[in-house]
């Protein structure tokens, strides 16, 4: 009988792949290193926006008209941060009930998203729902 190798098993079973290793040159690695600087300088000029804000709002919102609103997202804007609208819509739950008082929780995301020009603060485009793939004859 011919003898055969046997592979190398760890302890799930499952046999170990070799790795290839890569060795660059010095032209390769600086051309790499400069790549790697262009795209982080390329990145660190982007701004960025708060989407969903983490926690309790900062500054407390006095009323539901849009004049209270506007010192409200002021307040916020000072911290340094970037806001949206989006960000901003989700901290008025800590205001309004979405369950108890939902017309007034409504009606003041309705006037954030209505005036986010006049706030100074973008409104994001909302995600597109394509929809589920429908599948036929899956064979069972």
Do not use: C
């Amino acid at each position: 009988m011919a003898r055969m190798a046997r592979r190398k098993v760890t302890r799930t079973g499952a046999h170990k792949k070799k790795t290839k290793k890569v060795v660059l040159t010095d032209q390769q690695i600086a051309k790499r290193r400069a790549e790697d600087r262009a795209l982080g300088e390329q990145l660190s000029r982007q701004k960025q926006y708060i989407v969903i804000a983490a926690g309790a709002p900062p500054h407390d919102l006095e009323g539901d008209d849009l004049d209270s609103i506007k010192e409200w997202v002021d307040k916020l804007k000072s911290a340094g941060v970037n806001h949206t609208v989006q960000s901003v819509q989700f901290w008025v739950k800590y205001y309004y009930d979405p369950f108890l008082e939902k017309d007034m929780w409504r009606h003041v995301r309705q006037i954030i998203e209505d005036n986010h020009e006049v706030l100074g603060i973008p409104n994001l485009p909302r995600p597109k729902f394509k929809g589920e793939a429908k599948v036929e004859n899956q064979g069972w």
